[in-house]
């Protein structure tokens, strides 16, 4: 059996978002067949919507609809202190925390020459202004422990210490409430690479 | 950090999808943010338009973009037989086989009485017409293994029995391919239970 023509272009598009495969696809779009109509049509406004609607603080990059965005412009946030993080969604899992007070700098992405993104695809040149304007004394690191994320981090590093200010990153090791017996090795090698002092 | 309204919403559109948690709504709706705004709004249009323009067989009421349905229209196809499946997706999985040569029939749901889905709310009726007016001599219950689906196959079967037909539903069991050690229990019990003699 064929699908419609109309169902097997919504497949396609389902299936262009991340982590979602063929068979998860086709679950979707017959989802989407069994809603109501009134139901699609406010799903697909609020697609367009999101999209037209999205703005970037000039700042910091993060998605915001003012600008500059609310953690940029609060006057309780430590401004000496900057977070660079890859996505707005690192962004969204730090502030979920409520432990962190600076500001942030998201990169919209990772160095990687294997997908053709080169810094000047990222706000790198953005980041640096901030370090040579603002009075920043410590940029943190804080991308994924991927090899973008550490080939990212070594770069940054480089362009930010003839700054002389201070450049940390957060640490890797072994996730609270998890188990050594469980880890896995390379984690483990971090782990015990970057030990501290106690 | 608080979502843009738009985003939040987009948000809670994907998480009402199947099988879609919060964390991938978040991630699905900020992917739609880095994707070119034509190819969301391209993304909106098919989710309205096969919701528009689908249309359901009357006779098996299968997915169809003509009606009757090319299945239930087909010359090829052993018209004493009817499979009876929960939803359009299972009539495509069991399609792929390329195996079975009869019709169908959607029931659209199962008899769920937790889930308020009596047998007035699926094809039940529709299937019951089928068997008196059709030249019809079996009856193929297809349906999930599940509690709900067990229970629709034993109401079905005790309906269409009346009529002097054979009704069967498909074999549940040890799936190919895969290992009597870690086969579930209930599986090996059905299993052992619906043993074959050869």
Known sequence: MEYTRPLARLIEYFQKLPSIGPKTAQRL????LKTDKSEVENFAQAMIEAKSTIKYCSICF??????????????SRTKELVCVVAEAKDLIA??????YQGLYHVLGGLISPIDGIGPEDIKVKELLERVHKDDIKEVILALNPSVEGEATSLYLSKLL????IKVSRIAYGIPLGSELEYTDELTLIRALETRLEM
């Open 62 to 75: 993060n998605i915001s609809s003012v600008d500059p965005c609310e953690i940029c412009s609060s006057t």
């Open 29 to 32: 779009a017959l989802h989407i």
């Open 161 to 164: 210490k003839p700054f002389g």
């Open 94 to 99: 730090i502030e979920k925390t409520n432990e």
